[in-house]
Nanobody, 120 residues
């Protein structure tokens, strides 16, 4: 089992920044690819960004150039730096851990989510 705990959500103004953190515990952090998903009200959950154990990344087109995913193996933590936020980024953000196949993350474990609200 892997336990994931997100933090760093909150309220930001359009154009502002937030940094989300996800602390992992349980099984070996480096064994898993990690990712951030988000779910806006009334919409399906979507992948925002993912990162392999080796540091390869992929991003949703809507966040490319604005968001950066990174991971710290020593701290067993994955981060999502979000810049140039806009109201369309408002959602619940979830951390996930899982396998990486064909340049895609397949989540096995989920965090409880953290809310991000961007005001215009």
């Amino acid at each position: 089992q892997v336990q994931l705990v997100e933090s760093g959500g909150g309220l930001a103004q359009a154009g502002g920044s937030l940094r989300l953190s996800c602390a992992a515990s349980g099984r070996t952090f480096s064994n898993y690819a990690m990712g951030w998903y988000r779910q806006a009200s009334g919409k399906q959950r979507e992948l925002v960004a993912a990162i392999t154990s080796g540091g390869s990344t992929n991003y949703a087109d809507s966040v490319k150039g604005r968001f950066t995913i990174s991971r710290d193996h020593a701290m067993s933590t994955v981060y999502l730096q979000m810049n140039s936020l806009n109201p369309e980024d408002t959602a619940d953000y979830y951390c996930a851990a899982g396998g990486w196949i064909g340049n895609r993350l397949f989540p096995t474990y989920w965090g409880q989510g953290t809310q991000v609200t961007v005001s215009s």
